[in-house]
């Protein structure tokens, strides 16, 4: 018989899609103070994905921010409301100049929220929704058939290696 336990705490991710660097620094600004400071930034990555160019203009970045703390699983409804609040904060005639993704880092995956329902995503609440974006075997990442196609390419592995490290060293 299985018996109640403890789940792992998870070091918070951030991933932004960004045309233009300027909003970075207010975002940078408020990850430290609502969120207690980035340990990790990733370089800026190119997105190619014609879905949002026509609301945030082009070329498109993604980079991501890995936050200090460790945070019980809970806090992921928290972290994606705080995220779709910044959004439309920043949001200038009703175009987004940020698309914040934020997420949980495990040991054993990366599960990231949306507001998005699919078959393979879990319901929290308040319209949040948890995404299993990709699993760690040894390190490193592992793909999913649901995995986004950028994630899976591998483009961003080292990146994610190094923050599933520094979360390995910290619990």
């Known amino acids: 018989m299985s018996h109640p336990g403890r789940f792992e705490w998870a070091t918070p991710l951030v991933s932004v899609i960004f045309s233009k660097r300027d909003f970075?620094?207010?975002?940078?600004l408020e990850l430290k103070r609502k969120w207690g400071g980035i340990i990790l930034v990733s370089e800026?990555?190119?997105?190619?994905?014609d879905y949002y160019?026509?609301?945030?203009?082009i070329p498109?970045?993604?980079?991501?921010y890995v936050l200090e703390g460790l945070y019980p699983p809970e806090i992921l409804v928290s972290l994606k409301l705080w995220a779709y609040s910044f959004e439309?904060?920043?949001?200038?005639?009703?175009?987004r100049g940020l698309n914040l993704d934020p997420g949980l880092l495990f040991t054993p995956s990366l599960i990231?929220?949306?507001?998005?329902?699919?078959s393979h995503r879990i319901p929290l609440k308040k319209g949040v929704y948890a995404h299993l974006e990709m699993l760690f075997s040894k390190?490193?990442?592992?793909?999913l058939p649901w995995t986004?196609?950028?994630?899976?390419?591998?483009?961003?592995s080292d990146f994610l290696e190094e923050a599933w490290r520094r979360h390995r060293a910290r619990i």
């Open 112 to 118: 990231i929220a949306t507001f998005k329902p699919y």
């Open 44 to 49: 800026d990555f190119p997105f190619n994905v």
């Open 60 to 64: 498109l970045f993604r980079r991501f």
């Open 148 to 156: 986004y196609p950028d994630f899976a390419s591998g483009t961003y």
């Open 53 to 57: 160019k026509k609301e945030m203009g």
């Open 24 to 28: 970075l620094i207010p975002l940078e």
């Open 139 to 143: 390190g490193k990442p592992k793909p």
């Open 88 to 95: 439309i904060y920043t949001a200038k005639e009703r175009k």
